[in-house]
């Protein structure tokens, strides 16, 4: 008959712990206990519960005065860490520590794609640290009868940071392939894998190379990796980048990256730093910085370094950040560069502030000198029906500011202020009527391109705008008709003048439960004189726009056209086809006929088939019957049977011709993988072996184009 112990005042005065005791156990028994010879002897199923501590099994043996447990038959040990299963378990209840023999335990880490099973032939494990002696981790099941392990004599798992397991072992197939001295596996998810397997290729810049990465945990705090590159035409690259503070939004490491090429004593250098902290709630500040130095040969070096800065601050009604970024050259073209953006929101005596400013600055030989400053800051507030907005604008041309075009069609486009009062008719009175009338005036200005040079043209420029408010209409059986409009007279003060006439219509017609009719008129008239400025042109806009469609069971029929009545020409007739059939068959025909010419424009199809979850195929084509020949071509396949699965993809534009080709034939062997992948638009052939569980690209073997060597954040980012 099962019944429940709860254990009495004898047995907590028996359980009590000494002061160096982190937590008191509790024990509870579905079976029997009884007390015999100075111990407690549970039988039948038996729990104990020490903080965080949990354990399950057959039997236990509890010696009171020494404080021993003695746990056994399927005994099942749960920490915050994981779970660990075992035949027998001993535990120290004043200590809060334990051994056990023939043991699997179990862990579960956030980025990897299932546990971690590690077994050995003991378990040590206290507080602070559970050691295991001959030790086999693995993540395939069942982990008795694993493909690959990695095995040591000794692994070390600190719970929640990381398992430390030195001379290690890969073995695959009970063969051993790879051997690291020190291998450092995060549980923290915000530190990486820790496994980071070589990588072995070819390519035009490097010759063969073979790349690896060591990752560790320590000093402290700390953690990163070790890098190794052993390049057959670039020489040998050594490295570490080390994380010295890791606290969440405080983070600061290092980078220190060279090269030696062989026969050669010159090195290439590569460095970084990057920190980021906070301070106080609101604020925070982020550093990088990169340092580049390369020979040239003669016993010279080209040097360039990167510096950004980027300081933020937030609180309840504002927002600031501030982003500066440096530039410096020493040998081939010395000189500098340097950028600034400054974004800022407020709410300052209730109005609202927006500021944006951009500068661009270069002092440096061969290029241009250059200093640009763009800035957008916009005051607004409202009171009841009115609405007041001020800008005041200096807008850069982006290749201008960011010194990527030296002759861009204008330099600047400026309002120095413009002020603009808004009336909301439809607040301030109780007839209901959509009406928005607003006031403007302000003084533009314009940097714009004239043959070679540049020319500055300035004007006042005043707006009276009269603007119909979204509004929509119920017809009932004749549909809902949403419409919107304006009226807006303009003057300059270098005497043109010109009234803006707009307006936007949208209809939608309900012709039968699956039949239906869209519609969208829009127009803009401007009647006077043209503007002075470039940016503010207007043109004639006229154009009607319609849309039929048709909705079934299995997809929809669409007609679609148009006319616009400015350029006096019909859009192309546009007829689309959608249908989705059992078996997971979908389709879209599309095809598009000129009414000006007389004929088909283009004609268009997609295909996808997926009639069970090991088979699917995708096709897609655009043909163009103007210049006769296909736009776009694509396709891709996945076929898989038991163990199996071969993958394929490819691209074709008319322009730039083949963009992509990919096909993989791939191995399953449950917990890891291993295929063939060819690229030919790469010229790549990889042989790749993957474990399923580890995030990232695993063992790759063969050959490509250039990859960069080493690439923290700090070097990234910036080069």
Same mark, same amino acid.
């Given at each position: 008959?099962?019944?429940?112990?709860?254990?009495?005042?004898?047995?907590?005065?028996?359980?009590?712990?000494?002061?160096?005791?982190?937590?008191?156990?509790?024990?509870?028994?579905?079976?029997?206990?009884?007390?015999?010879?100075?111990?407690?002897?549970? @039988?039948?199923?038996?729990?104990?519960?020490?903080?965080?501590?949990?354990?399950?099994?057959?039997?236990?043996?509890?010696? @009171?005065?020494?404080? =021993?447990?003695?746990?056994?038959?399927? @005994?099942?040990?749960?920490?915050?860490?994981?779970?660990?299963?075992?035949?027998?378990?001993?535990?120290?209840?004043?200590?809060?520590?334990?051994?056990?023999?023939?043991?699997?335990?179990?862990?579960? @880490?956030?980025?990897?794609?299932?546990?971690?099973?590690?077994?050995? !032939?003991?378990?040590?494990?206290?507080?602070?640290?559970? /050691?295991?002696?001959?030790?086999?981790?693995?993540?395939?099941?069942?982990?008795?009868?694993?493909?690959?392990?990695?095995?040591?004599?000794?692994?070390?798992?600190?719970?929640?940071?990381?398992? $430390?397991?030195?001379?290690?072992?890969?073995?695959?197939?009970?063969?051993?392939?790879?051997?690291?001295?020190?291998?450092?596996?995060?549980?923290?998810?915000?530190?990486?894998?820790?496994?980071? &397997?070589?990588?072995?290729?070819?390519?035009?810049?490097?010759?063969?190379?073979?790349?690896?990465?060591?990752?560790?945990?320590?000093?402290?705090?700390?953690?990163?990796?070790?890098?190794?590159?052993?390049?057959?035409?670039?020489?040998?690259?050594?490295?570490?980048?080390?994380?010295?503070?890791?606290?969440?939004?405080?983070?600061?490491?290092?980078?220190?990256?060279?090269?030696?090429?062989?026969?050669?004593?010159?090195?290439?250098?590569?460095?970084?730093?990057?920190?980021? &902290?906070?301070?106080?709630?609101?604020?925070?500040?982020?550093?990088?910085?990169?340092?580049?130095?390369?020979?040239?040969?003669?016993?010279?070096?080209?040097?360039?370094?990167?510096?950004?800065?980027?300081?933020?601050?937030?609180?309840? =009604?504002?927002?600031?950040?501030?982003?500066?970024?440096?530039?410096?050259?020493?040998?081939?073209?010395?000189?500098?560069?340097?950028?600034?953006?400054?974004?800022?929101?407020?709410?300052?005596? !209730?109005?609202?502030?927006?500021?944006?400013?951009?500068?661009?600055? %270069?002092?440096?030989?061969?290029?241009?000198?250059?200093?640009? $400053?763009?800035?957008?800051?916009?005051?607004?507030?409202?009171?009841?029906?009115?609405?007041?907005?001020?800008?005041?604008?200096?807008?850069?041309?982006?290749?201008?500011?960011?010194?990527?075009?030296?002759?861009?069609?204008?330099?600047?486009?400026?309002?120095?202020?413009?002020?603009?009062?808004?009336?909301?008719?439809?607040?301030?009175?109780?007839? %209901?009527?959509?009406?928005?009338?607003?006031?403007?005036?302000?003084?533009?200005?314009? $940097?714009?391109?004239?043959?070679?040079?540049?020319?500055?043209?300035?004007? !006042?420029?005043?707006?009276?705008?009269?603007?119909?408010?979204?509004?929509?209409?119920?017809?009932?059986?004749?549909?809902?008709?949403?419409?919107?409009?304006?009226?807006?007279?303009?003057?300059?003060?270098?005497?043109?003048?010109?009234?803006?006439?707009?307006?936007?219509? /949208?209809?939608?017609?309900?012709?039968?439960?699956?039949?239906?009719?869209?519609?969208?008129?829009?127009?803009?008239?401007?009647?006077?004189?043209?503007?002075?400025?470039?940016?503010?042109?207007?043109?004639? /806009?006229?154009?009607?726009?319609?849309?039929?469609?048709?909705?079934?069971?299995?997809?929809?029929?669409?007609?679609?056209?148009?006319?616009?009545?400015?350029?006096?020409?019909?859009?192309?007739?546009?007829?689309?086809?959608?249908?989705?059939?059992?078996?997971?068959?979908?389709?879209?025909?599309?095809?598009?006929?000129?009414?000006?010419?007389?004929?088909?424009?283009?004609?268009?199809?997609?295909?996808?088939?997926?009639?069970?979850?090991?088979?699917?195929?995708?096709?897609?084509?655009?043909?163009?019957?103007?210049?006769?020949?296909?736009?776009?071509?694509?396709?891709?396949?996945?076929?898989?049977?038991?163990?199996?699965?071969?993958?394929?993809?490819?691209?074709?534009?008319?322009?730039?011709?083949?963009?992509?080709?990919?096909?993989?034939?791939?191995?399953?062997?449950?917990?890891?993988?291993?295929?063939?992948?060819?690229?030919?638009?790469?010229?790549?052939?990889?042989?790749?072996?993957?474990?399923?569980?580890?995030?990232?690209?695993?063992?790759?073997?063969?050959?490509?184009?250039?990859?960069?060597?080493?690439?923290?954040?700090?070097?990234?980012?910036?080069?």
């Amino acid at each position: 008959m099962k019944r429940w112990f709860a254990i009495t005042l004898l047995m907590l005065c028996a359980l009590a712990q000494p002061a160096w005791a982190a937590e008191r156990a509790w024990i509870t028994t579905d079976g029997t206990m009884a007390y015999s010879d100075e111990a407690w002897v549970a @039988v039948g199923g038996v729990r104990l519960v020490q903080g965080e501590l949990e354990v399950t099994a057959d039997q236990m043996r509890y010696e @009171v005065e020494d404080g =021993r447990i003695d746990f056994i038959g399927n @005994v099942h040990v749960t920490r915050a860490d994981g779970q660990v299963s075992a035949s027998a378990f001993t535990y120290d209840v004043h200590s809060a520590s334990g051994q056990i023999t023939d043991a699997l335990a179990q862990i579960e @880490v956030e980025e990897y794609d299932g546990p971690l099973y590690i077994m050995g !032939d003991e378990i040590q494990f206290d507080s602070g640290k559970t /050691q295991v002696t001959d030790a086999r981790l693995t993540t395939c099941t069942p982990p008795q009868d694993a493909g690959y392990y990695l095995i040591s004599r000794r692994m070390d798992i600190f719970p929640g940071e990381r398992v $430390v397991i030195r001379s290690v072992r890969f073995v695959e197939s009970g063969m051993t392939l790879f051997y690291w001295p020190y291998l450092s596996i995060p549980l923290d998810p915000n530190r990486g894998t820790g496994i980071n &397997f070589p990588e072995i290729g070819h390519n035009p810049t490097d010759g063969w190379y073979i790349k690896t990465r060591y990752g560790y945990d320590g000093p402290g705090e700390g953690h990163g990796e070790v890098a190794l590159d052993v390049m057959q035409h670039r020489g040998v690259g050594t490295g570490v980048h080390h994380v010295y503070r890791d606290q969440g939004e405080s983070e600061g490491s290092v980078t220190v990256y060279q090269l030696r090429p062989c026969g050669e004593s010159d090195r290439e250098w590569r460095l970084g730093w990057d920190e980021s &902290f906070q301070m106080g709630r609101d604020a925070n500040v982020s550093w990088k910085s990169a340092y580049l130095a390369s020979p040239t040969g003669d016993g010279a070096y080209e040097r360039e370094a990167r510096v950004a800065l980027d300081l933020s601050h937030s609180a309840d =009604r504002m927002s600031t950040r501030v982003d500066w970024e440096r530039e410096q050259y020493w040998d081939v073209d010395p000189g500098r560069a340097d950028r600034l953006t400054i974004h800022h929101r407020s709410r300052p005596l !209730d109005w609202q502030w927006q500021l944006q400013v951009d500068a661009f600055s %270069r002092r440096r030989v061969g290029y241009d000198d250059r200093d640009v $400053v763009g800035y957008t800051n916009v005051l607004r507030r409202s009171f009841g029906p009115f609405a007041l907005q001020v800008d005041a604008e200096n807008r850069a041309h982006y290749g201008w500011l960011r010194g990527t075009s030296t002759l861009p069609s204008w330099k600047s486009r400026t309002r120095l202020p413009e002020a603009t009062l808004t009336l909301d008719v439809d607040a301030l009175t109780p007839m %209901r009527l959509p009406l928005e009338i607003g006031l403007s005036y302000g003084r533009l200005g314009e $940097v714009r391109r004239a043959f070679t040079g540049y020319e500055t043209v300035q004007a !006042d420029r005043g707006i009276v705008n009269f603007a119909l408010k979204p509004m929509s209409l119920d017809l009932g059986r004749l549909g809902r008709l949403q419409s919107r409009g304006g009226l807006a007279w303009q003057a300059y003060s270098s005497g043109e003048r010109r009234v803006v006439v707009s307006a936007d219509h /949208q209809y939608r017609l309900g012709l039968t439960p699956r039949l239906s009719l869209y519609s969208n008129y829009s127009y803009q008239q401007p009647i006077g004189d043209n503007s002075p400025f470039d940016f503010d042109a207007l043109s004639y /806009q006229e154009r009607v726009s319609g849309r039929l469609q048709y909705a079934y069971g299995m997809g929809n029929l669409i007609l679609s056209s148009g006319y616009d009545f400015a350029n006096r020409s019909f859009s192309d007739v546009v007829g689309q086809m959608t249908f989705r059939g059992g078996r997971g068959f979908y389709g879209t025909v599309q095809g598009g006929y000129s009414l000006a010419s007389r004929r088909m424009s283009y004609a268009a199809a997609n295909v996808s088939i997926r009639p069970s979850s090991g088979f699917e195929v995708n096709a897609s084509t655009r043909y163009d019957f103007a210049t006769q020949q296909l736009d776009a071509l694509g396709g891709s396949l996945a076929f898989g049977v038991p163990g199996w699965r071969l993958l394929y993809s490819t691209d074709y534009d008319s322009e730039e011709g083949w963009i992509s080709g990919d096909a993989a034939l791939i191995r399953d062997l449950g917990c890891r993988e291993i295929g063939l992948r060819f690229d030919s638009l790469d010229g790549a052939v990889w042989l790749e072996y993957k474990i399923n569980a580890f995030p990232g690209d695993g063992i790759r073997l063969g050959a490509s184009r250039d990859r960069f060597m080493f690439d923290p954040d700090s070097i990234t980012s910036l080069f």
